[in-house]
């Protein structure tokens, strides 16, 4: 298999990875609870999605004491 004969400069290599990076994830407010939810999913604090109860909203257990 081929190998490269010279060195690719950082100028050309950071330009193939320009694309590369990260992007910030969209938040919408709930249409019922008001709270900062990733677009296009359900609601983790009541369980809603476009208007809809979809799931029922997860409830956080108490620790147990041992």
Do not use: I
Not at 19 to 38: G, M
Request: positive net charge; glycine residues 4%.
């Amino acid at each position: 298999m081929p190998n490269p004969k010279r060195r690719h400069s950082n100028s050309r290599t950071g330009k193939r990875r320009s694309h590369d990076h990260l992007r910030l994830v969209s938040l919408v407010a709930c249409s019922q609870c008001q709270t900062l939810v990733p677009s296009h999913k359900v609601c983790p604090n009541c369980g809603y999605y476009r208007g809809r109860l979809v799931a029922p909203p997860r409830v956080k257990k108490a620790k147990e004491e041992r």
